[in-house]
């Protein structure tokens, strides 16, 4: 049996998840992607139970089989971008499909009625997110930066962070680290 739990992807979250899991005294197989699957069925006290002390620590236990698939998405995206460094060897629609067993029109379909969103703009907003963060830690170049993101050139990058932010990355850059220059100096 499988339960849904809206989170995102870290260590934090799932030590979370599986100090509730004990405390209600429900044994799990896994705690992953925001999926928990348990070794048997669990009685509507320990659900309800469960739903209460994951929202008290911020976290939702999710019931909607539409949200839940929603969610399986977004948290392989993230995955996808903060996590994976390794270049796929598949585009990001089979990827996800292959992830949730599900074809990619109908994933694609469910996100965007549910989100308001298509699956490729999520995965733009969090790549730029993602550029932005990693242009704050001045630990990666460009270049770099790109590789990582899987971008297929610089000029490709820097045209879409312009697009989506009105700046170029190394603007961007730039007034950040005015910024915490002038934190600095308080």
Known sequence: MKLYVK????QRCKMMVKEELK??????VVVDLGVIEILKEITTEQHDLLKINLQKSGLVLLDNKRSILVESIKNIIVEMIYYNDEKLNINNSDYISEKLGYDYT??????????GITIQQ???LNKIERIKELLLYDELTLTEIAYRLHYSSV??????????????????KGIAEKRRVNLEDL
Not at 7 to 10: A, D, I, N
Not at 155 to 169: D, I, V
């Open 7 to 10: 989170y995102m992807v870290s």
């Open 106 to 115: 109908y994933l694609a379909n469910v996100f965007s009625e549910v989100k």
């Open 155 to 172: 000029a490709h990058l820097s045209n879409q962070f312009k697009k989506m932010t009105g700046l170029t990355p190394t603007f961007y």
């Open 122 to 124: 999520f995965i733009i």
């Open 23 to 28: 405390k209600l005294g429900i044994w799990y």
